[in-house]
Nanobody, 122 residues
Protein backbone atom coordinates (compact mmCIF):
# COMPACT_ATOMS: atom_id res chain seq x y z
CA UNK A 1 0.00 0.00 0.00
CA UNK A 2 1.20 3.54 -0.77
CA UNK A 3 0.26 6.42 1.50
CA UNK A 4 -0.29 10.09 0.71
CA UNK A 5 -0.71 12.46 3.65
CA UNK A 6 -2.24 15.89 3.33
CA UNK A 7 -3.97 18.64 5.28
CA UNK A 8 -1.07 20.19 7.14
CA UNK A 9 -0.65 23.91 7.46
CA UNK A 10 -0.14 26.89 9.72
CA UNK A 11 -2.72 27.43 12.46
CA UNK A 12 -2.97 29.37 15.68
CA UNK A 13 -3.06 27.86 19.15
CA UNK A 14 -6.57 26.70 19.96
CA UNK A 15 -7.49 26.07 16.33
CA UNK A 16 -8.46 22.77 14.73
CA UNK A 17 -7.03 20.94 11.75
CA UNK A 18 -7.78 17.63 10.07
CA UNK A 19 -5.10 15.55 8.41
CA UNK A 20 -5.91 12.96 5.77
CA UNK A 21 -3.94 9.98 4.58
CA UNK A 22 -5.13 8.29 1.42
CA UNK A 23 -3.96 4.77 0.67
CA UNK A 24 -3.64 3.24 -2.75
CA UNK A 25 -4.61 -0.33 -3.53
CA UNK A 26 -7.47 -2.61 -2.60
CA UNK A 27 -6.06 -3.91 0.66
CA UNK A 28 -6.56 -0.81 2.81
CA UNK A 29 -9.11 -2.61 4.99
CA UNK A 30 -6.49 -5.17 6.03
CA UNK A 31 -4.08 -2.59 7.45
CA UNK A 32 -3.94 -1.04 10.88
CA UNK A 33 -3.17 2.65 10.45
CA UNK A 34 -1.37 5.18 12.59
CA UNK A 35 -0.15 8.75 12.81
CA UNK A 36 3.28 9.71 14.10
CA UNK A 37 4.97 13.07 14.35
CA UNK A 38 8.54 14.24 14.42
CA UNK A 39 10.42 17.42 15.16
CA UNK A 40 14.05 17.97 14.16
CA UNK A 41 16.51 16.24 16.48
CA UNK A 42 13.90 14.05 18.12
CA UNK A 43 12.65 10.53 17.58
CA UNK A 44 9.42 9.96 15.72
CA UNK A 45 6.59 10.04 18.25
CA UNK A 46 3.42 7.96 18.24
CA UNK A 47 0.21 10.01 18.07
CA UNK A 48 -2.71 7.67 17.32
CA UNK A 49 -3.59 4.34 15.75
CA UNK A 50 -6.70 2.54 14.56
CA UNK A 51 -7.31 -1.12 13.82
CA UNK A 52 -7.97 -2.48 10.36
CA UNK A 53 -11.74 -2.65 10.91
CA UNK A 54 -11.90 0.61 12.84
CA UNK A 55 -13.20 -1.12 15.92
CA UNK A 56 -10.25 -0.20 18.13
CA UNK A 57 -8.18 2.93 18.43
CA UNK A 58 -5.54 4.34 20.70
CA UNK A 59 -4.39 7.90 21.23
CA UNK A 60 -1.20 9.03 22.95
CA UNK A 61 -1.58 10.61 26.37
CA UNK A 62 -0.04 13.84 25.09
CA UNK A 63 -2.98 14.40 22.74
CA UNK A 64 -5.77 12.52 24.47
CA UNK A 65 -8.98 14.50 24.61
CA UNK A 66 -7.82 16.76 21.75
CA UNK A 67 -6.99 14.43 18.85
CA UNK A 68 -9.05 11.65 17.31
CA UNK A 69 -8.30 9.10 14.63
CA UNK A 70 -10.84 7.63 12.24
CA UNK A 71 -10.93 5.82 8.93
CA UNK A 72 -13.21 5.64 5.92
CA UNK A 73 -12.80 2.34 4.10
CA UNK A 74 -14.86 3.47 1.13
CA UNK A 75 -12.39 6.32 0.58
CA UNK A 76 -9.27 4.36 1.57
CA UNK A 77 -8.50 7.21 3.93
CA UNK A 78 -7.51 7.63 7.57
CA UNK A 79 -7.99 10.96 9.34
CA UNK A 80 -6.48 12.72 12.29
CA UNK A 81 -8.77 15.36 13.76
CA UNK A 82 -6.76 17.78 15.87
CA UNK A 83 -8.57 20.20 18.17
CA UNK A 84 -7.42 22.75 20.75
CA UNK A 85 -4.01 22.71 19.18
CA UNK A 86 -0.92 23.78 21.07
CA UNK A 87 2.45 25.06 19.94
CA UNK A 88 3.91 21.72 21.10
CA UNK A 89 1.90 20.03 18.35
CA UNK A 90 4.16 21.62 15.75
CA UNK A 91 5.80 18.77 13.84
CA UNK A 92 5.99 16.84 10.62
CA UNK A 93 3.13 14.36 10.73
CA UNK A 94 3.41 10.95 9.10
CA UNK A 95 0.83 8.28 8.46
CA UNK A 96 1.85 4.63 8.60
CA UNK A 97 0.39 1.19 7.94
CA UNK A 98 0.97 -2.36 9.10
CA UNK A 99 -0.76 -5.63 8.22
CA UNK A 100 -1.32 -6.65 11.82
CA UNK A 101 -2.93 -5.12 14.87
CA UNK A 102 -2.34 -1.74 16.39
CA UNK A 103 1.25 -0.98 17.42
CA UNK A 104 2.69 1.99 19.23
CA UNK A 105 6.25 2.21 17.94
CA UNK A 106 7.45 3.37 14.56
CA UNK A 107 9.63 0.28 14.10
CA UNK A 108 6.52 -1.90 13.89
CA UNK A 109 5.07 -0.16 10.84
CA UNK A 110 5.94 -1.26 7.32
CA UNK A 111 4.62 1.50 5.09
CA UNK A 112 5.00 5.27 5.47
CA UNK A 113 3.64 8.36 3.81
CA UNK A 114 5.76 11.37 2.95
CA UNK A 115 4.71 13.56 5.88
CA UNK A 116 2.75 16.78 6.12
CA UNK A 117 3.94 19.80 8.11
CA UNK A 118 1.81 21.20 10.91
CA UNK A 119 2.84 24.48 12.51
CA UNK A 120 0.99 25.97 15.45
CA UNK A 121 1.71 29.57 16.30
CA UNK A 122 1.04 31.19 19.68
Amino acid sequence: VQLQASGGGLVQAGDSLRLSCEASGRTFSTYAMAWFRQVPGKEREFVAAISSNGGSSYVANSVKGRFAISRDTARNTVYLQMNAMKTDDTALYYCAARRRGIALTNREYDEWGQGTQVTVSS
